[in-house]
């Protein structure tokens, strides 16, 4: 899981030790960098640390038999051993690697859309040390697994907004039962925030389909209403 999660070299695998590792602050420092630990990878650094006794080798890899750690060509043997038994192996490390790597991207980014309400393309580049196009690209990714809502610039998850398509309607219903409404209780409404429901509301008032006036909106009126 260091290789396909972390993209850390064989080489430095295999000299890796627990002074190494930080699970307070879940990083790794390696080559004077400090890498964030996806929690796939810490959570089998926590179950590994916790089998060591006291007094076994400091390195994070050892051999099952000798407790001694792992030298290149066996842990070379080990990756391959582990593509064929998994039917992959005319697929190169280094791509099943990307993959595995980009996967766990963006279960960082579910994990972090679900401590904050929406998310915004440098929120992505903050928590996984990105440019804005990669984080673009992941975001997307996710959207398109529909893992991720899009909703005017912000990503959120799908069960806690409207589906984008059902937003006006669900607008235009609670006005009908209510006859108006402020800008806090569409954005309770659609599960969005004040920015983000502003801009549909003002679209809204844009192409006709609502009122908009002081703090309130509300349905235009019909010719048979006014009648």
Not at 156 to 183: C, F, N, Q, S, W
């Amino acid at each position: 899981s260091l290789s396909l999660y972390m993209d850390i070299q064989m080489k430095d695998m295999i000299t890796l030790t627990w002074e190494q590792v930080d699970f307070e602050k879940r990083t790794l420092r390696l080559n004077e960098k400090e890498l964030a630990i996806p929690q796939p990878v810490l959570e089998c650094l926590l179950l590994e640390k916790g089998k060591r006794g006291e007094d076994e080798d400091p390195h994070v890899l050892l051999s099952k038999s000798s407790r001694k750690p792992l030298d290149m060509p066996y842990l070379s043997k080990q990756v391959r051993t582990v593509l064929i038994r998994g039917g992959i192996e005319r697929v190169s490390f280094r791509s099943f690697q990307h993959a595995s790597k980009k996967e766990a991207e963006k279960q960082e980014i579910l994990a972090l859309a679900k401590s904050k309400r929406g998310l915004v393309r440098q929120d992505v580049m903050n928590l996984l040390g990105v440019s804005k196009e990669i984080a673009r690209d992941r975001l997307q990714e996710l959207v398109e697994e529909e893992k991720l809502v899009l909703v005017f610039y912000k990503y959120y998850l799908p069960d806690t907004v409207l589906p984008k398509e059902k937003m006006e309607e669900a607008i235009r219903i609670h006005l009908e039962k209510e006859g108006t409404a402020a800008l806090n209780d569409l954005c309770s409404l659609l599960g969005l925030e004040k920015r983000q429901c502003s801009r549909i509301l003002k679209r809204m008032v844009q192409d006709n389909k609502l009122n908009h006036k002081g703090k309130y909106y509300s349905l235009p009126i019909t010719e048979d209403e006014s009648i």
